[in-house]
């Protein structure tokens, strides 16, 4: 039992420790990284998106910077029958490309690296009580477009944070969520 509980405790140190060494994108701009972005691949360990991944196409993202440093999301997801909206707002931290949320779930989400035209790896930590929590990473494009380049910056980052490539998905391209988040 003390092994037990040693060895959980030291799991959940470690856990921390990760969290906090998570590089971001250096002077991180919001006004740069706002806009509508396509949702192109998510690696994660989240018991959901693994039952969903096989099912799911290219989301939409809309970025909106509030006016005190805040961030809104507006995320759409394809479904057969709709584009399922779905807004979240992130409130800033001292760090620039840091944000947190904690409406239904507490979320950890930064910015890992971004050129702002053309790419952008988001990282999201969720813990919502009485489940296990979860860890995604995200690749943002500006078009349906990923290269080779970016897709291997994509891997070394969901590496980095633990998750392996039997957790990751290239999404298969739709433009649904897109045109009606733009529109």
């Not at 906090?20 to 396509?38: E, R, T, V, Y």
């Not at 919502?128 to 929590?133: K, L």
Request: with cysteine; proline share 5%; net charge negative.
């Amino acid at each position: 039992m003390r092994s037990t509980m040693h060895s959980l405790l030291m799991l959940l140190l470690c856990s921390f420790c990760v969290r906090a060494d998570i590089a971001m994108q250096p002077d991180f701009d919001l006004q740069k990284f706002s806009g509508m972005w396509h949702i192109m691949a998510g690696s994660s360990n989240c018991p959901v998106f693994q039952g969903m991944k096989s099912l799911m196409t290219t989301s939409a993202a809309l970025v909106k910077p509030l006016p005190n440093g805040d961030m809104k999301i507006l995320t759409g997801y394809p479904f057969p029958e709709e584009c399922k909206k779905v807004e979240m707002y992130f409130k800033k931290t001292d760090q620039p490309a840091h944000f947190t949320n904690d409406e239904n779930a507490k979320r950890d989400m930064r910015v890992l690296e971004t050129d702002y035209t053309n790419f952008a790896l988001l990282y999201t930590f969720k813990e919502i009580e009485d489940e296990p929590s979860s860890t995604t990473v995200q690749l943002y494009t500006r078009t349906q477009d990923i290269s080779n380049e970016v897709l291997e910056k994509f891997k070394e980052h969901y590496h980095k944070v633990g998750l392996t490539d039997d957790l990751m998905v290239i999404l298969p391209k739709s433009d649904v969520c897109y045109k009606l988040l733009s529109a």
